[in-house]
Structure formats: structure tokens, C-alpha cells
């Protein structure tokens, strides 16, 4: 499977935005799918997963106010909303997909956990 994610862009700090990560060549039912992103200078950081089913989901604490992470699996498709944007959510942001199942939060958020990961979308936040 490859993965794409796509929907970023220039915003404005306060503003939503919804990135979506799209799959071809196979599905990703079988998958945990994770967001991570990473900012200039910095090192990539992970965001959020969502279970195979799309009926868990984890997002980091200090996210988890303003971002959300759904899936579409009939789709192939997995969305991050983010709200209320801030200068420091510019990064660009990596969709990624773990084969294994096990849904353990030190596993999910390990990027050595994720064996695809799609090319970035920047996402860039004007104060």
C-alpha cells in the first residue's frame, strides 16, 4: 500500500484545517494508522493513531484539545482535523501505517512501529 497525505497548506493561527491521508494499491483496513510531523529543526514527533476499526483513537496530551483523527476504511482514507491553529503546529505532517495489531500506546507511539509512511504535506501557520 502507499500512502498520501494531502490538505495542507497556509492558514491562519485560530483556523481549522483537515489534512487526509489517502491509500492506493491496497487497503488500509489491516492497518493502525498513525500522524506524525515534524517541524523545521526538530525531530519527527508523533500525534495520533487510530485502531484498525477506527473505534480508538490516541492523540497526544497536549494535542488532544484541538486535534481529532478519524478513518474511512470502506474509503482507504484518514483524516486529522486540527482546530484552532498555532504557529507552533507548523510542520510538515507524515501519515504512516503500522501492520501489527497491537493497540499499546508505548507500540503506537514508536515511529519504528509504522513500515509505510506517505509523503509529508506542509502545513505552515501565520501568526
Known amino acids: 500500500v502507499q500512502l498520501q497525505a494531502s490538505g495542507g497548506g497556509l492558514v491562519q493561527a485560530g483556523d481549522s484545517l483537515t489534512l487526509s491521508c489517502t491509500a492506493s494499491?491496497?487497503?488500509?483496513?489491516?492497518?493502525?494508522m498513525g500522524w506524525f510531523r515534524q517541524a523545521p529543526g526538530r525531530e519527527r514527533e508523533f500525534v495520533g493513531a487510530?485502531?484498525?476499526?477506527?473505534?480508538?483513537?490516541y492523540v497526544m496530551n497536549a494535542l488532544r484539545d484541538r486535534f481529532t483523527i478519524s478513518r474511512d476504511n470502506t474509503r482507504g482514507t484518514v483524516q486529522l482535523r486540527v482546530s484552532s491553529m498555532k504557529v507552533q503546529d507548523t510542520a510538515v505532517y507524515y501519515c504512516a501505517a503500522d501492520p501489527d495489531s497491537r493497540w499499546t500506546t508505548i507500540r503506537i507511539l514508536n515511529p519504528v512501529a509504522y513500515d509505510t509512511w506517505g509523503q509529508g504535506t506542509q502545513v505552515t501557520v501565520s501568526s
Open positions: 487510530v485502531d484498525r476499526s477506527g473505534g480508538s483513537t
Open positions: 494499491g491496497g487497503t488500509i483496513s489491516s492497518f493502525i
